[in-house]
C-alpha cells in the first residue's frame, strides 16, 4: 500500500483565491511526521510546513496552513491568497517513528501540480 | 556552505560508464540523504549517512549503486555500469537530527544515460 497518497491530477486556482491540496497517509506508528514541500520548475524542493503527530493544534506557516485530521490521516495543504508564484509541484512525505528518529527517511508522494491563474 | 551544493548540475553519460555525483551539505549536517526523481514523480528515497555510516540504505536499487561519505561532510553516490533507466534526477538533502528535522535539498544532479 501506498504510504503517501496524492491523488489530484493538477489543480488550478484563480490569484488571491485559497486553495487546498489533498494528501492521506497510511501508517501504524503513533509517532510520525508530516511535510509539504514545494518544487517549482527550477527544480530545488523547498521545504514549506511541518505537523507532528502529536500536534494538537494545525501548523501554520505564513499563506500556509496544514489542515490535519489524524483519525482520517489526511494532512492537507491550503494556500491562502494565491500568488502567480505558487505555480509549481507539491510534495507530501511522511517520517515514520518522529520522536526516536529510527527511521528518518522521508516517504514522498507522487505530488500535485499548481497552477496560478492572473 | 549556505546551502546543499551538488555537482555537476548536469551529466550526460553513455550506457555502461561509470557516474559519481558529489554532495556537499550544509556545514554542521550531521544527517546526509540521497533521492531519486524521475520525471513525473516524487522523490525515491535511496540512502541515509548518519555521521559517515550508512544508517539506512534500503533504497539503493541493486549493487551498481553505492554510496560513501568517509569524512562525516561530503558524500559522493557512485554508479556502476549505468543503465539508460538510471536517467533522473540524484537529489541530495542534509538536516540536523533534532526536533523536525527538516530536510534542505540541493538542486539535484540530472543524469542522463544515452
Known amino acids: 500500500a501506498q504510504k503517501i497518497t496524492q491523488t489530484q491530477p493538477g489543480m488550478f486556482v484563480q490569484e488571491k483565491e485559497a486553495v487546498t491540496l489533498d494528501c492521506t497517509y497510511d501508517t501504524s506508528d503513533q509517532s510520525y511526521g508530516l511535510f509539504w514541500y514545494k518544487q517549482p520548475s527550477s527544480g530545488e524542493m523547498i521545504f514549506l510546513i511541518y505537523q507532528g503527530s502529536y500536534d494538537e493544534q494545525n501548523a501554520t506557516e505564513g499563506r500556509y496552513s496544514l489542515n490535519f485530521q489524524k483519525a482520517r490521516k489526511s494532512a492537507n495543504l491550503v494556500i491562502s491568497a494565491s500568488q502567480l508564484g505558487d505555480s509549481a509541484m507539491y510534495f507530501c512525505?511522511?517520517?515514520?517513528?518522529?520522536?526516536?528518529?529510527?527511521?528518518?527517511?522521508?516517504?514522498f508522494g507522487k505530488g500535485i501540480t499548481l497552477s496560478v491563474r492572473p | 556552505g549556505a546551502g546543499v551544493s551538488q555537482t555537476p548540475s548536469n551529466k550526460v553519460t553513455e550506457k555502461g560508464k561509470y557516474v559519481e555525483l558529489r554532495c556537499d551539505p550544509i556545514s554542521g549536517h550531521t544527517a546526509l540523504y540521497w533521492y531519486r526523481q524521475s520525471l513525473g514523480q516524487g522523490p525515491e528515497f535511496l540512502i541515509y549517512?548518519?555521521?559517515?555510516?550508512?544508517?539506512?540504505d534500503s533504497g539503493l536499487p541493486n549493487d551498481r549503486f553505492f554510496a560513501v561519505r568517509p569524512e562525516g561532510s561530503v558524500s559522493t553516490l557512485k554508479i556502476q555500469r549505468t543503465e539508460r533507466g538510471d536517467s533522473a534526477v540524484y537529489l541530495c538533502?542534509?538536516?540536523?537530527?533534532?526536533?523536525?528535522?527538516?530536510?534542505?535539498f540541493g538542486a539535484g544532479s540530472r543524469l542522463t544515460v544515452l
Open positions: 538533502a542534509s538536516s540536523f537530527l533534532s526536533g523536525a528535522n527538516v530536510l534542505t
Open positions: 549517512f548518519q555521521g559517515t555510516g550508512a544508517a539506512d
Open positions: 512525505a511522511m517520517r515514520e517513528a518522529q520522536l526516536t528518529g529510527a527511521n528518518s527517511k522521508l516517504t
